[in-house]
Structure formats: structure tokens, C-alpha cells
């Protein structure tokens, strides 16, 4: 039977091999075992950068509906050739979307004039599109001007026609978007 040369069974001892046995299960079974127990408790918010992901692993079926917003979305990163063409409406666009309704005074034939009117929402710098609802007297011409001040809207009128309009009120639906 082949037996061990003095020098090595002269430091033979028990430490020295459980230490070695010890080096071997950490280095082997050890890596394996961090690796399955990472979870999200355990990466600090903020630490995984785009690099850090595999290119399937955020997918548009692995994100929750309505949980990006336009805060979590880089500068260009939607452009208007990477939207499908007919895929938006007006609920994906910022503004107002309500129906109310303008007073107007009596109006002499040939004259204008400009009202303001609250709409919830609306925004300075909003673009505004204005349809009446109900049926507008002859001659009257309504149009949505600007937003001069959150939730305002100023609205022009104007007789063209050839008789006086009577005082009314007409409801409109008004849209204002970015």
C-alpha cells in the first residue's frame, strides 16, 4: 500500500483538513447558493441599470398597465414615428375633455366679444378645440381663443349676421391638449 511522504504527514493535521474540506463546499456549493437567493430586497433602488438587464427580460406583457408614466420616460423616447398610427385617443393625452356652457349677453350685428369660461384642467400653453352642443343662434360665431390661466378658458363670439342675438346660453364641449 503506497503511503504519504513524512513531510506531508508531518503537517497532517485535523484543521488542516476540515479547512480544506471548508474552502472546497464555499467555493463550489457556496457561489450556486448566493446566486438562487438574490431577490428584490436585496438590490439597493436604483442599482440595476439598463446594462444590468437582458434584452427580454422588461417586455411590454411584463409591465403593469398604467405603471409608466411620463416621469419615468426619457426625452424622445416616444416619438410620433414609434406610435401606431389610429392607437391614440384623447384619453392618452394630457388636457381637458368636458362639456359646460358659455353665457353671452345680447350681441349687436357686426360686434364681438370675449367671455371666460372654467374648464377643469386646462392648462396655459393647451392647445383648445371647442363644438357647441346644443344648436347656435344664427349668425353667432364661437370660437376657443387661448388658456390664459389654469382651469380658464377665454372664448370669442361674434354676431356676423344681420340681426341683434339674444342673450343665451350655449353648451360646448371643450378639449384642450398639450
Not at 488542516?16 to 457556496?30: I, R
Not at 411620463?70 to 368636458?98: C, E, K, P
Not at 390664459?148 to 343665451?168: F, Y
Amino acid at each position: 500500500m503506497p503511503t504519504l511522504p513524512r513531510w506531508i504527514a508531518a503537517r497532517l493535521t485535523y484543521a488542516n483538513l476540515v479547512s480544506t474540506a471548508a474552502l472546497v463546499v464555499a467555493l463550489g456549493a457556496g457561489t450556486a447558493y448566493a446566486a438562487n437567493t438574490i431577490g428584490s430586497p436585496d438590490i439597493i433602488d436604483g442599482e440595476v441599470a439598463h446594462a444590468d438587464l437582458n434584452a427580454a427580460a422588461v417586455e411590454g406583457d411584463r409591465i403593469v398597465d398604467g405603471s409608466v408614466g411620463h416621469a419615468d420616460l426619457n426625452a424622445g423616447a416616444v416619438a410620433g414615428d414609434r406610435v401606431t398610427d389610429g392607437s391614440l385617443s384623447l384619453l392618452d393625452l394630457s388636457g381637458a375633455d368636458l362639456s359646460t356652457t358659455v353665457g353671452l349677453p345680447k350681441l349687436k350685428p357686426g360686434k364681438c366679444l370675449t367671455t371666460t369660461i372654467g374648464v377643469a384642467g386646462a392648462r396655459p400653453g393647451q392647445l383648445a378645440a371647442m363644438t357647441p352642443l346644443d344648436p347656435v343662434r344664427k349668425g353667432l360665431v364661437l370660437s376657443a381663443q387661448r388658456v390664459p390661466a389654469n382651469d380658464q378658458l377665454e372664448v370669442g363670439a361674434c354676431n356676423v349676421g344681420a340681426r341683434t342675438v339674444k342673450a343665451s346660453a350655449v353648451r360646448v364641449r371643450v378639449v384642450t391638449f398639450d
